[in-house]
Nanobody
Framework: QVQLVESGGGLVQAGGSLRLSCTAS????????VYWYRQAPGKQRELVAA???????NYVDSVKGRFTISRDDAKNTVYLQMNSLKPEDTAVYYC??????????????WGKGTLVTVSS
């Protein structure tokens, strides 16, 4: 069974760091584009970072210079390194990925989310 699982969330003080992981499991051929979203209490889900199959990246302005998205295809894993965390980064973070599960094409999958809480 193909699935995405996030890990690495937790409680951290402002200025601290966390590294989130998103791992795809099951019978897949490859991971194509990957997106990290977050949803803070009372707010809409927001696209935070993206990485393509070729390694090109993009970030929302509020995290540029602080967050880094990367991938390790040998481990079927994408990371989100979060530095200089701020209370406003508090949210549930979700991994979303296009997974090549057959030679016919990709399917889109969501993880269940991991909670990041940044205290002041």
């Amino acid at each position: 069974q193909v699935q995405l699982v996030e890990s690495g969330g937790g409680l951290v003080q402002a200025g601290g760091s966390l590294r989130l992981s998103c791992t795809a499991s099951g019978r897949i051929f490859s991971i194509n584009d990957v997106y990290w979203y977050r949803q803070a209490p009372g707010k809409q889900r927001e696209l935070v970072a993206a990485i393509t199959r070729g390694g090109n990246t993009n970030y929302v302005d509020s995290v540029k210079g602080r967050f880094t998205i990367s991938r390790d295809d040998a481990k079927n894993t994408v990371y989100l390194q979060m530095n200089s965390l701020k209370p406003e980064d508090t949210a549930v973070y979700y991994c979303n990925a296009d997974l090549l599960i057959t030679l016919s094409g990709s399917r889109n999958y969501w993880g269940k989310g991991t909670l990041v809480t940044v205290s002041s």
